[in-house]
């Protein structure tokens, strides 16, 4: 069995793993096609995605945006998500120290534990979002930033893109690029975490190397024909146990990922 089959034959057992142990009805909308349509709207996605940062996020979070959520409050110390005048305001992060404003802000507004230092998890944020902006505000619209990302065919110039883009933006890494890349509907991006990292590298198809197991995941999604976050999204749905996150599927003990590999390692071996 060539690798081009072998992502055949694990896709298709991933899709009927996920059907077996979750609701079809309250999954799909996983599933569903993202997209953005303004330069703003990908802030949001961008500051959302604190969620999603094992480190910070767990200090963090913003919640559903709501009142009462810290999201509330961020989106209103953001001038409610005005990343024009969060970059004009607050810099970009790193080249002066303005930001700092947008630490107290957030100090002043949330309940915050932890030292007062540049250590401080909300400081790491307030840089996070004002490096955020300053990237953002260099595009005219968001067909011109779409189009720029957008023209990137191949792996190889994908993880261009996705370094380029943490390089510039504090606390983002490269996994981070990707994940925001992904959730702005930008096609062959796909977020390596430590769930389609374990699933890849125990099934074979990748070394563990956040790059390596970014292009195993493009080669799935080009030898099934599916849009590349669509195959992140199922291994994601199987193999991620925190329950808060997704409360949908049918947890084996917190072990789907492992009883998924044991399962699928029969068909390919």
């Known amino acids: ?16 793993y996920l059907e077996q142990n979750a609701n079809s ?16 709207e990908a802030f949001e996605v961008a500051v959302r995605s604190i969620n999603d940062q094992t480190i ?22 953001l001038f409610d998500l005005d990343y024009k005048k969060v970059y004009a305001v607050y810099g970009d992060g790193q080249t002066d120290e303005r930001y700092k404003e947008l630490y ?3 100090r002043g507004s949330i309940d915050s534990k932890g030292e007062d230092n540049d250590n401080n998890s909300w400081n790491k944020y307030a840089k996070n979002v004002c490096g955020i902006a300053a990237y953002i505000s260099r595009f005219d619209s968001a067909e011109d930033m779409l189009g720029y990302f957008e023209c990137k065919q191949n792996a190889d110039e994908r993880i261009a893109l996705a ?29 390596p975490d430590n769930v389609l ?26 030898d099934n024909q599916t849009p590349t ?38 068909l390919i071996e």
């Open 163 to 191: 370094e380029e883009i943490a390089a510039e933006i504090p606390y983002w890494s490269f996994k981070m690029a990707c994940n925001w890349l992904k959730d702005i509907g930008i096609n062959g991006f796909a977020k």
């Open 229 to 266: 976050f669509i195959v992140d999204m199922v291994f994601w749905l199987i193999g991620n146990s925190t329950a808060s996150v997704v409360t949908d599927i049918e947890r084996k003990k917190g072990k789907n990922k492992e009883d998924f590999v044991k399962t699928v390692s029969v």
């Open 56 to 77: 910070l996020g767990g200090v963090i979070g913003y919640g559903d945006g709501e009142e009462g959520s810290n999201g509330h409050t961020i989106k209103r110390c």
């Open 1 to 16: 069995m060539d690798i081009h089959e072998k992502n055949r034959v694990i896709f298709k057992a991933a899709k009927q």
């Open 197 to 222: 990292s374990y699933i890849f590298t125990n099934l074979g198809l990748a070394e563990k190397d956040d790059k390596l197991i970014f292009k195993a995941i493009n080669q799935m999604a080009e």
């Open 104 to 106: 107290r802000c957030f």
């Open 25 to 40: 009805v309250k999954y799909q909308h996983y599933l569903a096609e993202r997209e953005i349509h303004s330069l703003e």
